[in-house]
């Protein structure tokens, strides 16, 4: 028994290093496995100033952790229900080629998981681009407004000249919220509901972020449609160049500079940073700017290195968090990465086993 299981890793081995031989190509064909835990609980963030969501967050954070693989990687995730609500996860761009039982639909592809259970999904990265995981039970108010959603970040076998060139990813994902229905686990979404709050990554401007930049960078810009609205996303002072969707490369990119993100899609942007200075990229949707409550919505800055500050600046001396947008984690090769930042507080299934 050892013998043989030895063999295997030999044989693995021996696969491994002929595959380096071949040079890049080959080592790009080499699949991996990689294996993650997600939890699902209830925590509470701060959206926007004066306004907290209760949330079903996926390892206690929104957005859920960032999940990085390569085209090939054979992918296992163990799931644990802490909520007290039933849930699922859909792994929204994967194919599920061979493995539908993990497509993660409640009532077509498995059951869903109850409170205080756990499912264990296994799929192959079956296809590259900007994929996400999200809820699919009750997903009116699970995705639209209790941030069950995270980014799926699967790298291509075979990466293009443009998609080389990229030296920062930033990945926004946009959504809704109903500031009535924040407290109250199990209701909003619906139709005639009216979402009020809008944010990038769970945060309204001034609470988001800016991203800061250099002459010289290339951006690729990763936005999704995480919530019920359509995002209009304008960049001031640069062209976009328009070049994937839904995580596939388009045949032939092209410039714009509004975008507009839907429920579900992503747009792919790619921006040389060569224009020095302070530029807004915002949700041209005007009721998006949470009027009625607090100006912000989902809102960033492009700030160049060696701008001089003012003192009028709305974020003059903002506490920087350079992975708000993932652009670190990004950086570090493969495997989940959390953000603090994202982290809500007191899970409740946690004060319950506390007060138990
Ligand atoms: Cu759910
Ligand atoms: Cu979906
Ligand atoms: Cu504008």
């Known amino acids: 028994m050892e013998l043989r299981s030895l063999g295997l890793q030999r044989a693995h081995l021996v696969s491994c290093a002929a595959a380096i031989a071949l040079g890049s190509w080959a080592i790009a064909a080499h699949a991996e496995k990689r294996e993650f835990n997600l939890t699902i ?43 007290t609500l039933p849930h699922t996860i859909h792994w929204h761009g994967v194919n599920q080629t061979g493995t539908w039982k993990s497509d993660g639909v409640p009532l077509v592809t498995q059951q869903q998981i109850e409170p205080g259970s756990e499912f264990t999904y296994h799929w192959t990265a079956d296809r590259p681009g900007s994929l996400w995981y999200h809820c699919h039970v009750n997903v009116w108010e699970h995705v639209a407004i209790r941030g069950m959603w995270g980014p799926l970040i699967v790298d291509p076998k075979n990466p293009s000249a443009l998609e080389k060139s990229v030296t920062r990813d930033v990945i926004m994902m946009m959504n809704t919220w109903e500031s009535p229905f924040g407290g109250s686990y199990g209701k909003g979404g619906s139709p005639g509901d009216v979402a009020d709050y809008f944010s990038v990554n769970a945060k309204s401007f001034p609470l988001s972020q800016p991203v800061r930049v250099k002459k010289g960078d290339v951006v690729r810009f990763r ?15 640069h062209d976009q160049l328009f070049s994937h969707k839904d995580g596939y490369a388009l045949p032939n990119p092209y410039y714009v500079d509004t975008v507009p993100v839907g429920p579900g899609e992503r747009y792919d942007t790619i921006v040389q ?36 500050p003012d003192n009028w600046y709305a974020w003059n001396g903002k506490a920087y968090d350079p992975d708000f947008f993932y652009s670190e984690s990004m950086k570090k090769g493969y495997g989940m990465f959390t953000n603090v930042t994202f982290i809500g507080t007191a899970p409740k299934s946690e004060r319950r086993a506390r007060q138990q």
């Open 41 to 83: 609980d209830e925590v509470t963030i701060n959206v926007a100033p004066g306004f907290n969501a209760n949330v079903f967050a996926f390892n206690g954070q929104v957005p859920g952790p960032l999940i990085h693989v390569r085209e090939g990687d054979e992918v296992t995730v163990h799931v644990t229900n802490n909520t």
């Open 273 to 308: 940073m060569n224009n020095p200075g302070r530029f807004i990229f915002h949700d041209h949707v005007d009721r998006h700017l949470n009027m009625g409550g607090m100006l912000g919505g989902p809102i960033t800055v492009m700030e160049y290195e060696g701008v001089a």
């Open 223 to 237: 936005m999704y449609g995480a919530g019920d609205e359509v995002h209009e996303m304008h960049l001031h002072g």
